[in-house]
């Protein structure tokens, strides 16, 4: 997504006006704002995030527990309680140590065997395979059809139990974080609200120009809160600018010389932000939420800007610019963009829940072929009688 919106990027950089000569007027910032909306929506957004499929790892398991059941009481010697542990061994006998297939196998072994330690847990096993009353003759034969099955399975678990490692780094708890962190800077699950302090790194700073400035060593605006701090306040007095990102936003208190003093101001610009983000958040509204700013930003060499611009900086003046400037972002430093702190942390959920909906996908298909290899399992008497 991110070539696809530098591409994007470049195609504006070269069709563009570079600047804009007329003074920063009502609704001048209303699309800028309605797609930084669909950012500071995001912010203490309770969703849910895809769940991968692991009953594939419980069908599995289901399988060596029938494997073991059927086996000879010699090799289900090997599992028995250690006494000082009360559970079976945690390596294999000496002899096998070094084997790397025992050391392998192992712990899948020991499980199953622990999984049916208690009375009546082999009895349910093979009354699940129809082998209960089965002879002894018949147990054995069953213990062999089912070698190949279970060698089968076993890439199946390995790539299912990597697929759920992968995925424990995406949570509700993460992807909240991070969103909270891109829209107000604050490293919090719930409870994220507007403070100057950490909406602008470092601060506001002396005065509005150089807080509303992102990208290079002085970069303020690194928020989605003080993006829209930058090109939607109020300040009283003088040629600033008011209603830029809409007529519909009552300032009932101004933002101050420098924006430090903009909470209140904030609340006002939010109060008509009516964005919904989709629940269970995607990948898909994610990317395309930063798109749609990429596509509004304006060049003047050497800088570009999200907002209206017209000259000296973005001072709040409508004679000059309510705006946020990316310093030094030209077409041959578009990659740049994406170091910023809110456009790095979208971006970074995006890729998250783009591998999620992946692992979602690969495990439901995983999860049914050992169920299905479970299946084959449970009905090796039937097939070995007829």
């Not at 989709?278 to 994610?286: F, G, I, N």
């Not at 409508?318 to 809110?342: H, P, R, S």
Request: glycine share 6%; net charge negative.
């Amino acid at each position: 997504m991110q070539a696809a919106a530098l591409l994007l990027l470049v195609l504006r950089a070269i069709t563009s006006i570079e600047a804009a000569e007329d003074d920063v007027n009502p609704d001048d910032n209303e699309e800028d704002f309605a797609a930084l909306c669909a950012l500071a929506a995001l912010a203490n957004l309770q969703t849910t995030v895809p769940s991968i499929d692991t009953s594939g790892l419980g069908a599995y398991d289901n399988l060596q527990q029938l494997k073991l059941t059927l086996s000879s009481k010699e090799w289900k010697n090997l599992f028995n309680k250690a006494s000082d542990t009360n559970a079976p061994p945690k390596q294999p006998p000496e002899e096998f140590q070094t084997d790397p297939t025992w050391q392998k196998q192992w712990p899948i072994w020991a499980a199953a065997a622990e999984a049916l330690d208690g009375d009546g847990k082999e009895a349910a096993v093979l009354a699940e395979a129809g082998l209960e009353n089965a002879p002894d003759e018949l147990r054995t034969m069953a213990r062999q059809a089912l070698i190949p099955i279970s060698a089968q399975a076993e890439p199946l678990r390995e790539r299912l139990s990597e697929v759920q490692r992968q995925n424990k780094d995406t949570t509700t708890a993460t992807v909240a974080k991070a969103l909270n962190k891109a829209g107000y800077g604050q490293d919090k699950a719930t409870g994220a609200e507007y403070d100057s302090a950490d909406a602008f790194n470092g601060g506001v700073g002396g005065n509005t120009q150089t807080a509303c400035k992102a990208g290079g060593d002085r970069a303020k605006a690194t928020t989605v809160a003080a993006t829209i701090v930058c090109l939607c306040h109020k300040k009283t007095g003088g040629r600033d600018g008011a209603n830029a990102c809409g007529r519909l936003i009552i300032h009932q208190s101004d933002a101050g010389a420098n924006i430090a003093s903009a909470a209140p101001d904030f609340g006002d610009i939010m109060a008509t932000c009516i964005a919904q983000p989709p629940k269970p958040l995607t990948a898909r509204y994610l990317d395309n939420a930063v798109a749609n700013i990429v596509s509004k930003l304006r060049f003047k060499t050497p800088n570009a800007y999200l907002g209206k611009f017209k000259s000296t900086g973005c001072t709040g003046s409508n004679n000059e610019g309510l705006c946020v400037e990316y310093t030094a972002l030209t077409a041959a430093t578009l990659q740049k963009f994406y170091d910023i702190l809110w456009v790095k942390e979208v971006s970074n959920v995006a890729e998250s829940l783009k591998r999620a909906e992946k692992e979602v996908a690969e495990s439901t298909l995983l999860s049914t072929w050992l169920k299905a290899s479970e299946n084959e399992g449970n009905s090796v008497a039937q097939k070995l009688i007829q």
